[in-house]
């Protein structure tokens, strides 16, 4: 047994308020099994079958260790149950049942609920999974342990997702999850998992300050490498209120914890699942904020996980068009990026030559090649046809985006800068707006609205709007103006 990784499984656990009291006398396997609870509530189902496995080791006659390796082998809201892992969990719980003889009645119960969930095959999953379900929520109503509300809670959104409907989650499942979160938050407001299901429960709600302290929370907490994901929960929250620069800040936190894993063979493998997502969050945070160097840094991470550049279309967020024209290799964005580029330094030959290819090409999906056949159409004077590109732009982001995943490029500001160019101060103050209620503070938005309401002679409130810009683009490297699409 490693000492080290003991200790730290002590530490864990005392400074995140996991705990999960079990039979054993053997203090270090129950270090073990609150590491592994700790990590589960950090969606890391490997590391924590690892830590309950280690459990099991320490203390062969531990039933809940094994019930720990059911859990972890199971589905959370990240991990879809497989057949391996099925029968892995299976495995484990026939096992706790076995030893479960001398376990007090709380353990037996956990146990005997975890049994539910296997009791047939994997064909028979839904069935079962439901009746584990229904048990574990009445559990945690009649017993209010902390652990069982959790753990009830995760169950429940798992099958009845994160949807909100008329200012409320829109499944009973989700409402009672809701619930017990609650519970926990008011006994023990630093518990981890308690403040993970916030911040996800109101990803998608039509109010999201409910989630605040609990963004606060994880942000202050301090967590080894395998945890990044609570540590990236934080930008869910941020990005989706419009703080940009404090979802840079959460994000940054994960990046770094992800190449402490990365610097680590037998971790890697973790941090290559979650590092796709975490990083896109950050580089989208960057692209909505106006310094050039730190989205540029955001970009090279991205081409790290991606096999991509991103430096054209970052070049092209920031107004750097002699740049964007100029990148090579594996563009992400491609064509798309190069013909706007092309268009604003006046190649309009070789942009009209791209647009030919790819207009030729499937338009129906993204928003890049929308976006630039947009410009091609304003160029050539057809505004009309331009509006039709980028609402179609818009329609695709408004489908394919959700919760803390934003578009790096939001078509509602494109929409706002074709209507002020064509002196329709009127549509742009109404593009730009929608943009803003889709993102909160996003600073491109803010600006050209402030010219828009200038325009139309509107002075209190473009000075108001002004000064919200302002605080936005703090920090910027970049002339808004450049940065307008």
């Given at each position: 047994m490693n000492l080290s990784c003991i200790a730290l499984a002590a530490v864990v656990a005392a400074a995140t308020s996991v705990h999960f009291p079990v039979s054993t006398t053997n203090s270090f396997a129950q270090a073990a099994v609150d590491r592994g609870l700790f990590l589960y509530y950090a969606y890391d189902p490997d590391d924590a079958n690892g830590a309950f496995t280690q459990a099991t080791t320490l203390d062969p006659h531990l039933a809940t260790a094994f019930w720990g390796i059911a859990l972890a082998s199971g589905p959370d809201l990240n991990t879809p149950l497989t057949e391996e892992r099925f029968r892995r969990a299976a495995r484990a719980i026939r096992q706790a049942v076995a030893l479960d003889d001398g376990s007090p009645p709380q353990e037996r119960r956990f146990i005997e609920i975890m049994a539910l969930r296997y009791r047939g095959t994997f064909a028979d999953w839904s069935r079962d999974d439901a009746a584990y379900r229904e048990a574990m929520l009445n559990f945690a109503r009649q017993s209010r342990d902390e652990n069982a509300e959790l753990l009830a809670a995760e169950a429940l959104l798992e099958g009845g997702g994160l949807a909100w409907q008329a200012g409320s989650l829109a499944s009973d499942a989700s409402r009672a999850a809701l619930e017990l979160v609650a519970s926990v938050l008011r006994n023990d407001p630093a518990n981890v998992m308690a403040n993970h299901l916030c911040i996800h429960?109101?990803?998608?709600?039509?109010?999201?300050?409910?989630?605040?302290?609990?963004?606060?929370?994880?942000?202050?907490?301090?967590?080894?490498?395998?945890?990044?994901?609570?540590?990236?929960?934080?930008?869910?929250?941020?990005?989706?209120?419009?703080?940009?620069?404090?979802?840079?800040?959460?994000?940054?936190?994960?990046?770094?914890?992800?190449?402490?894993?990365?610097?680590?063979?037998?971790?890697?493998?973790?941090?290559?699942?979650?590092?796709?997502?975490?990083?896109?969050?950050?580089?989208?945070?960057?692209?909505?904020?106006?310094?050039?160097?730190?989205?540029?840094?955001?970009?090279?991470?991205?081409?790290?996980?991606?096999?991509?550049?991103?430096?054209?279309?970052?070049?092209?967020?920031?107004?750097?068009?002699?740049?964007?024209?100029?990148?090579?290799?594996?563009?992400?964005?491609?064509?798309?990026?190069?013909?706007?580029?092309?268009?604003?330094?006046?190649?309009?030959?070789?942009?009209?030559?791209?647009?030919?290819?790819?207009?030729?090409?499937?338009?129906?999906?993204?928003?890049?090649?929308?976006?630039?056949?947009?410009?091609?159409?304003?160029?050539?004077?057809?505004?009309?046809?331009?509006?039709?590109?980028?609402?179609?732009?818009?329609?695709?982001?408004?489908?394919?985006?959700?919760?803390?995943?934003?578009?790096?490029?939001?078509?509602?500001?494109?929409?706002?800068?074709?209507?002020?160019?064509?002196?329709?101060?009127?549509?742009?103050?109404?593009?730009?707006?929608?943009?803003?209620?889709?993102?909160?503070?996003?600073?491109?938005?803010?600006?050209?609205?402030?010219?828009?309401?200038?325009?139309?002679?509107?002075?209190?409130?473009?000075?108001?709007?002004?000064?919200?810009?302002?605080?936005?683009?703090?920090?910027?490297?970049?002339?808004?103006?450049?940065?307008?699409?």
């Open positions: 429960l109101y990803d998608l709600a039509p109010d999201r300050e409910p989630a605040l302290s609990c963004a606060r929370r994880l942000d202050a907490a301090t967590f080894p490498p395998e945890a990044e994901h609570l540590a990236h929960m934080p930008a869910h929250y941020w990005i989706e209120t419009g703080n940009y620069a404090a979802a840079l800040r959460s994000s940054d936190r994960t990046a770094a914890l992800l190449a402490q894993l990365d610097a680590h063979p037998a971790q890697s493998e973790h941090a290559h699942r979650y590092a796709k997502h975490d990083i896109s969050v950050g580089y989208s945070a960057a692209m909505m904020l106006g310094n050039y160097a730190v989205a540029r840094l955001w970009a090279q991470r991205m081409a790290s996980e991606f096999d991509e550049s991103f430096d054209g279309l970052t070049a092209l967020r920031f107004g750097r068009y002699d740049v964007a024209y100029a990148a090579a290799g594996t563009l992400f964005g491609g064509q798309s990026v190069r013909g706007i580029a092309a268009l604003r330094l006046g190649h309009r030959s070789e942009a009209h030559a791209i647009a030919a290819h790819v207009a030729a090409g499937n338009t129906a999906h993204g928003y890049l090649p929308q976006l630039f056949l947009a410009r091609v159409a304003e160029a050539d004077g057809n505004n009309t046809e331009a509006k039709r590109w980028i609402q179609r732009a818009i329609d695709n982001q408004r489908a394919d985006f959700s919760g803390e995943l934003i578009p790096l490029w939001p078509a509602a500001e494109t929409l706002g800068g074709l209507y002020l160019r064509s002196g329709d101060a009127a549509d742009a103050v109404a593009a730009f707006t929608d943009a803003l209620v889709a993102y909160p503070n996003d600073p491109r938005a803010l600006f050209g609205l402030t010219t828009a309401l200038t325009a139309q002679g509107a002075r209190a409130q473009a000075e108001a709007t002004r000064a919200r810009f302002e605080l936005e683009w703090k920090g910027a490297d970049t002339n808004a103006s450049d940065a307008l699409p």
